[in-house]
């Protein structure tokens, strides 16, 4: 199972720290991303990072200003979300991948979600 935590009301241009916890299998079997969903808009995968933490990618969008990291030793995966803006308002979910073909097919393993809200 995974679970997301962390999010919560900030202001423009500031700061959140989302984190995700695993339980039941160990985060260094997959490949980890952070999607997220607002209104009426398509789940949009914000950043993911491969299993050694060696590689990761981000969304144009959040390039900068995101970043991705994971600590396979305490089964977590974070997302550092730094100079917010209004349009990053959505649904934050964590999710885990256990292949490369996986990832490559957008066969995700889903966990609950967390709400940031960024006011402007």
């Known amino acids: 199972q995974l679970q997301a935590s962390g999010g919560g009301l900030v202001q423009a241009g500031g700061s959140l720290r989302l984190s995700c916890a695993a339980s039941?299998?160990?985060?260094?079997?997959?490949?980890m991303g952070w999607f997220r969903q607002a209104p009426g808009k398509d789940r949009e995968n914000v950043a993911a990072?491969?299993?050694?933490?060696?590689?990761?990618k981000y969304a144009d969008s959040v390039k900068g200003r995101f970043t991705i990291s994971r600590d396979n030793d305490m089964n977590a995966v974070y997302l550092q979300m730094n100079n917010l803006k209004p349009e990053d308002t959505a649904v934050y979910y964590c999710?885990?991948?256990?292949?490369?073909?996986?990832?490559?097919?957008?066969?995700?393993?889903w966990g609950q979600g967390t709400q940031v809200t960024v006011s402007s």
């Open positions: 039941g299998r160990p985060v260094s079997n997959y490949a």
């Open positions: 999710a885990a991948a256990p292949t490369s073909t996986d990832v490559q097919r957008g066969q995700w393993y």
């Open positions: 990072i491969s299993w050694s933490g060696s590689t990761t």
